[in-house]
């Protein structure tokens, strides 16, 4: 399908029911993966290999390239939905978007209470597949822009979540580096750029950095919106209970459980990444404040393994592909829409 078929089918849009967003309260959250993600969640000890070809799980990409290409071009229709609504201020609700196919693209469930009336919306994710990059990369091709492309990932749409009256919107960015900095397809302002053309407007923006730089660098790229609602911690982030750079800790203060709180985890560093994954698990307080996370985890038995220089290291229960399919579905099962990161 053309870009300008997609087009037509997009904004072919039915009007979505009003509802009094003050008046809501969120009931639950459910996740249901799809068929496809199933498969790969299903087989991913026999399909991860430490070959440098993978040629096992390539294999299984290939068999799967029709739900590739229905995954790709669902994702495409919504980045042109997000840039009309973007560029020229289109308001066309998302209701007949068109229904992605559910054997390949997963979803979680919103079941909210508007006064007094159930209120449902279903919210595509990306589905848990291949070594959780863009499906295209290394199977496919080795174009360096698949290693950091983004096109893959569904991000949520105003209209498609509901936020009651007070409610606000958070990016903690653990691992920020600088606003502009690094990678264009996967940097700080493409995060911010990204969820605003989708109507999301961060309220507060918290990041941490370890690699120190003047003030003047790290606040002159940023426009006066993002600067004035920014908080730029110069530091690296820690676990310990105790310490002012506790991440989770803030954000026990910070947020409430009716504000969409997203979290972009990237600190080129495994253990502690994996101590405040496990931290969330274990606290339902935190687990009910976090809506979104980005992760980038770095793992065993991948075609990225030797991009990330971990060849070599010993294997443990959280540092395989295998790992990342667990800890990544347990979250998303817990009500998280977590996406693995570039």
Known sequence: MNLLAIFAVVMLSTVAQAVNEGGCTLQSVTYDAATWEKGWRDDILRLQSDNPKWDIGCAAMKDGEPQIESWLNYCQARKIIAVAQDN????????????????????????????????????????????????????????????V??????MPFRDEIILPFGARTYLFDLGSDLYDGGDAHSNQKWIIDSYKARGLHFDRIVSWEKQNYPPEIIFRSMPMDVFLNSTFFNLPVSTAATSNMNF???????AVPKDWVVVKLDLENEITEIEMIYQIFEDEQLRGLIDEIH?????????????????????????????????LSKLREFGIRAHSWV
């Not at 609700?93 to 979803?107: Q, R, W």
């Not at 492309?149 to 569904?154: E, F, P």
């Not at 075609?303 to 959280?318: F, K, Q, V």
């Open 149 to 154: 492309s983004t096109d893959h990932i569904v």
């Open 248 to 254: 989770l800790a803030g954000l026990r203060l910070l």
């Open 88 to 147: 020229f201020g289109d308001s066309t609700p998302m209701a007949n978007l068109g229904e992605p196919d559910h054997n390949v693209m997963s979803s979680h469930t919103y079941t909210y209470l508007c006064d007094g009336e159930t209120v449902v919306k279903e919210v595509p994710i990306e589905p848990l597949a291949g070594f959780l990059r863009h499906p295209l990369l290394h199977c496919f091709t080795s174009a360096h822009q698949y290693m």
């Open 295 to 327: 992760w980038d985890h770095h793992v065993l038995k991948t075609p990225m393994t030797s991009i990330w220089g971990l060849e070599g290291m010993d294997i443990n229960d959280h540092n395989t592909l295998g790992a990342s399919y667990v800890i």
